[in-house]
């Protein structure tokens, strides 16, 4: 479980707004969580409620004490007071709204305390976010609606303005890097994938994901084949390359696999060598860089990325990639 103390690392204004509400005593009745995926909007509406509910609570501390019923609930999940709302099929609805202010109604619990986390509140109807807010202005309420968002510009402006908003940043590549090696991905493969700017739930995903442990394989032989010979270049992408990475979403990420190829050809030139991403492949970049000189290496970037572009508007890919491979070929 992440304390406030280890998410203000990587969000410390988000942090510290929420902080200051919480010891403050100046909890709003809703707030705005928006930001990307993975910055820990969910970990900070689970701290949140966690110091709402705590047994032990301490005035001057944001802190909840982990420890008590109540925060051991809220962490496995059975909160009787503490609800998720998500859309059921495209929205989130009227009825779902309803049915959960019934429930907690008729319930009959102890305190008038809850909490609702809305996820993907974008999604939720004019008419379910009318009826949330009227809840949530009803006096007799101690309700406390947490709405998340990746999506703050497809919000309703009178929700919006109505919630107290605390903006969750992009973690810098540092930061995602920290969070994937936590969560036990390999070292080589969270430097690889910060710096490919996936959220930590895309990161997650893809590590354990065969296709995309068998695409940094075949780059690598792409990578033998350009560097090493003028002809095998082309026979590759034909024979291997292309069968691998099909589709426009699994081409970008092959590219995405050689632009940081030739990034970390770039870091060895200028003698950056923390800055080196594909540090498995030291030996190889080491060998590499002798073969393409600076300049060259930033004109293949350009290629590369002129090629993701070229993919963007619907070029069709075998060209693309044609192309590209005659440019990197040595
Ligand atoms: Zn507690």
Known sequence: MTSWIELKDSQPVAVKM???????????HAYLFHGPSGTGKHEASLLFAMRYFCE????????????????????????????????DGQSIKKEQIEYLQKEFTYTGLESNQKVYVVRQAEKMTVNAANRLLKFLEEPSQE???????EH??????????????????SLSDHHLYTRLV????????????????LNVDQAIEMNGDEWFAEARKIVVQLMDKVMNSSEEGYLFLHQVYLKHFQGRESLEYGLELLLMWFQDIISLHLDKRDSIVLVDQFERLEQFHYVVSLSEAKTLIYEILNTKRKLAQNVHPTLAMEYLILQLQR
């Open 56 to 87: 032990n609570k301490q005035i001057d501390s944001a802190e909840p004490c982990y420890e008590c019923i109540s925060c051991k609930r809220i962490q496995s999940g059975n909160h009787p007071d503490l609800h998720w709302i998500e859309p």
């Open 182 to 197: 936590d969560q036990g991905l390999p070292e080589s493969t969270s430097k690889l994938f910060a710096s490919m700017k």
């Open 18 to 28: 929420l902080q200051n509400s919480i010891t403050r005593d100046r909890i709003a």
């Open 143 to 149: 309700t406390v609606a947490i709405l998340m968002t």
């Open 152 to 169: 703050i510009g497809q919000m309703l402006d009178t929700i919006v303005s109505r919630c107290q908003r605390i903006q969750f940043h």
